[in-house]
């Protein structure tokens, strides 16, 4: 991965540059990584239950 930056007048990074596939498999990760939580979370706490329609509603509400 080929990092570029992005400097103010003084020389400060402010920003990154990413290709568009650096960028959605950072994305893909993510996502992946949320999922997990999810997953942990919800083996930790049988109790809690959705149905499916709301679980998935509440998973795209965090993304």
């Given at each position: 991965?080929?990092?570029?930056?992005?400097?103010?007048?003084?020389?400060?990074?402010?920003?990154?540059?990413?290709?568009?596939?650096?960028?959605?498999?950072?994305l893909?990760?993510?996502?992946?990584?949320?999922?997990?939580?999810?997953?942990?979370?919800?083996?930790?706490?049988?109790?809690?239950?959705?149905?499916?329609?709301?679980?998935?509603?509440?998973?795209?509400?965090k993304?």
């Open positions: 991965m080929e990092t570029q930056y992005i400097t103010d007048k003084k020389g400060k990074k402010i920003a990154v540059i990413l290709s568009i596939k650096e960028y959605q498999e950072m893909d990760k993510l996502e992946m990584i949320e999922d997990i939580k999810l997953y942990d979370h919800s083996k930790k706490n049988p109790e809690e239950s959705l149905v499916a329609e709301e679980a998935f509603k509440f998973i795209e509400s993304r």
